[in-house]
């Protein structure tokens, strides 16, 4: 029997209408359009305004619109897992509130945490459990409301982040297409250059932690793209080295959008022209877990059954890695 490979076969993606720019960010912290483009690659992002919004309802519409390019309901998705660091709340997980909001009564699932990296995470665990062959559809989110923890104080890290969500629907195939390989790493020590201080049992949410502002993204900016570059590059050369791939067999480059210059050396190292890879950093800016299923989402109808495409990020933790995909069906 021939193996059975976790295939893509559908793409969501939801991003909020408000679009913070540079030129309201200089309105708001010492800062400017010049030094953010030059530095991140960033124009603009999106911010999910309004009260009682979270990262479900970004990811809901994401979801809603995979199933229905599909034509399935969401009755039939047996998992949903949701790689998010900014979950509605502490628990339950993000994934049963999507699923509850959608009418998923048949699915379980359950969050993954791993910042940057979580969509890749996600979508190597989704994918072991297709090719287990106990479960025909689940779904992978990558999704975050990073305006809910971001320091709008703080000019090192207020103009990176934003808000948005992707999904992609794994199903099972015997054709080769899908999830074929995957890179994966994590160093714990890189907890103390991305974090955030308090919230969770080490330092719960006081009087005091409020005060000192510790609910919020902490970045030392400087190691983390030193980090990033070597992390994220060594990850996805590693990936091509074991299976005999050259920049030539490659048709796009997936990468994190956390900065274009991390895009630039990794694209490099793998002798990628600029045109193979996907950017939307300008207009997104780092949606964190949302980045990559954002990019397929843009660029689902230049993707063509049979392309290997390479999927790429690094992020807090330190998590990183590179999975290789063979995308498995045209969308027209
Ligand atoms: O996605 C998760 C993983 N995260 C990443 O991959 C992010 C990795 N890090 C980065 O992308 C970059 O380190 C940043 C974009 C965060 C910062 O860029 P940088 O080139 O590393 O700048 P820097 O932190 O070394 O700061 C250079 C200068 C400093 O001024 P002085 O000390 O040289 O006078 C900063 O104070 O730029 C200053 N600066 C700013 N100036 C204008 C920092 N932020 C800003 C700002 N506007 N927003």
Redesign the pocket.
Known sequence: MPAITAAITSVGGYVPEYRLTNAILETM????DE??KS??GIDERRILKGEGLATSDMAVPAVLELCQKRGISPLEIDCLICGTVTPDMIFPATANIICDKIGAVNAWGFDLSA??SGFLYSLTTGAALIESGRYKKVVVVGADKMSAIVDYTD???C??FGDGAGAVLLEPSTDENGVLDSVLKSDGSGKNY?HMKAGGSLKPASAETIAAKEHYIF?D??P??KA?VKGMADAAYELMQRNNLTGDDIVWLVP?Q??K??IDATAKRMDLPSEKVMLNIQKFG?T?AGTIPLCLWEWEKQLHKGDKIVLAA???GFTWGATLVQWAYDSE
Do not use: E, M, P
């Open positions: 912290v010492d800062t400017n030094w953010i530095r991140t910042a940057c000019r090192s890290t103009i990176i991305l970045q900016g400087q983390v793209f990033a994190h956390a900065n210059r991390i780092n964190t690094f992020g807090g």
